[in-house]
């Protein structure tokens, strides 16, 4: 058990519908990061929030936006979804930065039909 | 730009034998270095780190691994294999230039054979 727990477990949506992915961090961690991981392959990074601002970003479009409050906890929100959207979308937290340890919650599966 | 490499997206040893999976990263800063381990349909769980003190790293499980800079690398190894060590194994690279977002390898995927 890592402390970091992640809603729902699995969802299925339509292309171009909106999904909300929601992530509890651990006790003390202020930063938390979103990976998208697809069948076979390793995580991508998404974004990272620290104490509320987004502090780094990967190779995403706009359309993934995140959220982080005051409690720490996030959401990650993809809009207009694709059939490539499909993957483990992983949630991480780390108390700050600066090479941290990162732990990770179970993960939310998302298909895309 | 940081990178990972994982030599061997799958590996099969046979139970008992010695387990040794390959990582090389780049990185123009001193890095920090990571092993993950993922069993299906599972998050990821971390094995070990590497953040500048000891070069040889234990980890959970009987697993460790060695930072050898002039080599670039951090290989991970068991003495002997069991079955539960099935699973997908992903190295990571973590530095100030990369603001310390984690770079990961593809990843190996660990067979036991009986």
């Known amino acids: 058990e890592t402390g970091v727990t992640q809603s729902p477990t699995h969802l299925i949506k339509t292309r171009g519908q909106q999904v909300t992915l929601r992530c509890s961090s651990q006790?003390?961690?202020?930063?938390v990061s979103w990976y998208q991981q697809a069948l076979g392959q390793g995580p991508q990074f998404i974004f990272q929030?620290?104490?509320?601002?987004?502090?780094g970003r990967g190779n995403f479009p706009p359309r993934f936006s995140g959220l982080q409050f005051p409690n720490y906890s996030s959401e990650l929100n993809v809009n207009a979804l694709e059939l490539d959207d499909s993957a483990l979308y992983l949630c991480?937290?780390?108390?700050?930065?600066?090479?941290?340890?990162?732990?990770f919650g179970e993960g939310s599966w998302l298909t895309v039909v | 730009a940081q990178s990972v490499t994982q030599l061997g997206s799958h590996v099969s040893v046979s139970e008992g034998a010695l387990v040794l999976l390959r990582c090389n990263y780049s990185?123009?800063?001193?890095?920090?270095l990571f092993w993950y381990v993922q069993y299906p349909n599972q998050g990821l769980q971390l094995l070990l780190k590497?953040?500048?003190?000891a070069t040889l790293v234990k980890g959970i499980n009987g697993f460790e691994a060695e930072f050898k800079k002039s080599e670039t690398s951090f290989h991970l190894t068991k003495p002997s294999a069991h079955m539960s060590d099935a699973a997908e194994y992903f190295c990571?690279?973590?530095?100030?230039?990369?603001?310390?977002?984690?770079?990961w390898g593809a990843g190996t995927k660990l067979i036991i054979k009986p």
């Open positions: 991480a937290s780390s108390p700050g930065q600066s090479g941290n340890t990162i732990y």
């Open positions: 006790s003390g961690h202020n930063t």
């Open positions: 929030y620290y104490r509320e601002e987004e502090n």
């Open positions: 990185s123009s800063v001193p890095p920090y």
């Open positions: 590497y953040t500048s003190a």
């Open positions: 990571a690279v973590s530095d100030l230039d990369s603001n310390y977002q984690l770079i």
